[in-house]
């Protein structure tokens, strides 16, 4: 692998860590309900999703799921199903916030959504687990390793030495973007109203509910 290919594969993955996508929305919600740490422990479920991918791909069991219609299909609808349920997540809060009083207590309106910081650890664990399964969900995140990965390896190299040096360059650029997302909504969360906040989250809700159903439509040569 050269220097050049290298460099090419950190811009890529700087760009699509960077746009705002699931990954971002999940760590964004998570972050204002639940405080930076559950942001956090989303992130490392989504690296490590990304570690299994990279896995997948060099033993190239991901190229099988892509090739397969009945396995892209189990993959593609339950990773809408999961979308569009973690969506629906987001935007109920919402809804419980707007049909309260404009004049209702902020800290009494918000409490609910932030229950779960009385059991910190479970909250965090789940955390991680939303944040493994929302990006294992994907079919196209498999597609990106199987069709994007191999154009920065050198086949006349050492595939799995590449490999480690693309994962762990991409753990480097994505981890401090997802990071900074969590810190900043956690840091937003403390000077927003409730309401706002609740807005907000409903809005990402409302993008994972449509990603969702665009992933439901999406066909394998899509």
Known sequence: M?????????ATEFVLSLTPG????????LSMRSGFHAGFMATLGILAT??????????????????SATLFTIVK??????LIYLGIGMIWPLLRVSGRPEGASSSTAFQSLTSLQHTKTATETR???KGFAL???????????????????????????????????????ELPILVFYAAAFTLSAR???????AWIE?????????????????????
């Open 135 to 173: 990006q294992a969900s994907n079919p196209k995140n498999i597609a990106f390793f199987v069709a994007i990965l191999p154009q920065f390896i050198d086949p006349t190299g050492n595939v799995p030495v590449q490999l480690v040096i693309l994962g762990f360059v991409s753990v480097l650029i």
């Open 202 to 222: 409903g809005i990402g809700g409302g993008i994972l509910v449509m990603l969702g159903v665009a992933l439901a439509r999406t066909s394998r040569d899509a």
């Open 22 to 29: 699931p990954a971002v929305l999940l760590v964004m919600s």
């Open 50 to 67: 990304n570690a299994v991918f990279f896995t997948l791909s060099a033993l190239g069991v991901g190229a099988l799921i892509i090739a």
């Open 2 to 10: 050269d220097l050049s290919a290298l460099t090419l594969f950190a």
């Open 191 to 197: 000077i927003m109203k409730d309401r706002v906040i």
């Open 127 to 129: 955390a991680f687990w």
């Open 77 to 82: 609808w339950m990773g809408a199903a999961y």
